[in-house]
């Protein structure tokens, strides 16, 4: 006699007993975050690998939502658009001079508090120097020649403050393209809050982007304009789901090189 699996139904109890008891894990939060940022990738995979009956159910429900999306991007861009009022058929005779026309009335705007949603995420990628003069490599570095003349043995040295991290080590010196002189290498950096309007001196954490050029992003090159990422956990700052933030992006708005103490 072949018995049917047994399955425990007191699982989801214990489960939700135990949750009660004990709470989530501490990054549950951040776990689910993580997990919903993945689905669109898993989704692209499944939509790749599937083969026979099972991608023509998956393409057939992945139609299906697609659809709905759809719906709901026209119903969310109809509600600006200017239309008709739904009135009654009039009572008289109406002149034909007046069949055709109609008191427009707009839609239902969005809410206040969602536009200024929306404006205080734009001002989060807003920098205080939009606009950054480029700098030449010629400008930027220094060709330095050890040993014999020949082209193997050129280096080239970096003229301006850089950040190589802490855990930074040389390259062989037969290997060695650039050179960033230890006098020039930051740690910190001197940040003002926007809103606090106060100044404190940072741990500089990395260079995110140079907009001079993809190779002082990678050198770690800090010139007027650079975005980079800061320390600031001993602020207090605490984010929306109340953890406290750990790294901040500020731009450069001075010339590293001319402050040099």
Not at 197 to 214: A, D, E, F, H
Request: aromatic fraction near 6%; include cysteine.
């Amino acid at each position: 006699m072949v018995s049917s699996p047994s399955f425990d139904l007191r699982r989801p109890r214990l489960v939700e007993r135990h949750r009660k008891l004990h709470g989530r894990r501490l990054d549950h939060e951040e776990r689910t975050r993580k997990k919903a940022a993945r689905e669109g990738h898993k989704q692209s995979e499944n939509a790749q690998n599937l083969r026979g009956l099972r991608a023509k159910l998956y393409a057939k429900q992945r139609h299906a939502q697609k659809i709905q999306m759809r719906k709901a991007i026209k119903q969310h861009e109809e509600r600006n658009v200017k239309g008709a009022p739904a009135e009654k058929e009039p009572s008289e005779a109406v002149p034909a001079y007046l069949l055709d026309r109609a008191n427009p009335t707009t839609a239902k705007a969005l809410s206040s508090q969602i536009k200024n949603k929306r404006a205080e995420k734009a001002a989060r990628f807003s920098v205080p120097i939009p606009k950054v003069r480029g700098i030449s490599e010629e400008e930027l570095f220094k060709v330095y020649v050890m040993g014999p003349v020949v082209e193997s043995a050129e280096r080239e040295v970096v003229l301006t403050p850089t950040f190589v991290g802490p855990d930074f080590t040389r390259r062989p010196v037969k290997y060695e393209r650039f050179i960033r002189p230890m006098g020039l290498r930051y740690k910190k950096a001197n940040v003002t809050h926007p809103t606090l309007n106060v100044t404190v001196q940072l741990p500089i954490l990395g260079v995110k982007k140079n907009p001079s050029n993809p190779l002082y992003t990678q050198l770690g090159v800090l010139t007027k304009g650079t975005i980079i990422e800061v320390n600031v956990s001993d602020l207090g700052i605490v984010t929306a789901s109340g953890k406290i933030a750990w790294g901040r992006y500020a731009q450069i708005t001075n010339n590293p090189e001319v402050c040099l103490c």
